[in-house]
T-cell receptor, first 119, second 115 residues
């Protein structure tokens, strides 16, 4: 059962454009939603994260929009640059897991979006 | 470098052999995680330690997999009797106490190829 569904699988954006990646989740117990950026040959690196008590969080060119009622959240990359070309993963965490409550599966990742920014 | 380090970066083995990977977390982090990532997929949780205690194990972790963190510092992941389906990137991550923000720092992974 895939608990976090991510789309699109791949995305090509022109330099300076806006990149938008969407995720939907099923588990209403999730309470923390990070986005990770991964370059080839490297592990994922935390980019930005949001908690469900806010609808938007912005850090530089990166913005998370969160819709709790729809159980959806998205990453917007403004003024996309070639250096942003990477694979992006949305993720979610169930607080029961973080407290060692058992039965959960740690940080649950989407399948990833391969983003290419064309010069 | 004070990040998470993993060794080796690459491992090629024959089916049926045993392999062991090592992870050195960020020194002040008491939480350590192992994930597995296959091509085109997101990382999948395998197991989690808080200090030396292994608190969570995924259903993905078969009996052939064992992880240890004997002194609450570095960790090892051993796969016995490897199978071709074990070929993947094995990622280690660490974090400090959650405190409301689960910030995981990942290493660069060990790429395992089982022939």
């Amino acid at each position: 059962q895939q608990q976090v569904k991510q789309s699109p699988q791949s995305l090509i954006v022109q330099k300076g454009g806006i990149s938008i990646i969407n995720c939907a989740y099923e588990n209403t117990a999730f309470d923390y939603f990070p986005w990770y950026q991964q370059f080839p040959g490297k592990g994922p690196a935390l980019l930005i994260a949001i908690r469900p008590d806010v609808s938007e969080k912005k850090e530089g060119r990166f913005t998370i929009s969160f819709n709790k009622s729809a159980k959806q959240f998205s990453l917007h990359i403004m003024d996309s640059q070639p250096g942003d070309s990477a694979t992006y993963f949305c993720a979610a965490i169930d607080p029961a897991w973080a407290d060692g409550g058992g039965g959960a599966d740690g940080l649950t990742f989407g399948k990833g979006t391969h983003l290419i920014i064309q010069p | 470098d004070t990040g998470v380090s993993q060794d080796p970066r690459h491992k090629i083995t024959k089916r049926g052999q045993n392999v062991t990977f090592r992870c050195d977390p960020i020194s002040e982090h008491n939480r350590l995680y192992w994930y597995r990532q296959t091509l085109g997929q997101g990382p999948e949780f395998l197991t989690y330690f808080q200090n030396e205690a292994q608190l969570e194990k995924s259903r993905l972790l078969s009996d052939r997999f064992s992880a240890e963190r004997p002194k609450g510092s570095f960790s090892t992941l051993e796969i016995q009797r490897t199978e071709q389906g074990d070929s993947a990137m094995y990622l280690c991550a660490s974090s400090a106490d959650r405190g409301g923000n689960e910030k995981l720092f990942f290493g660069s992974g060990t790429q395992l190829s089982v022939l």
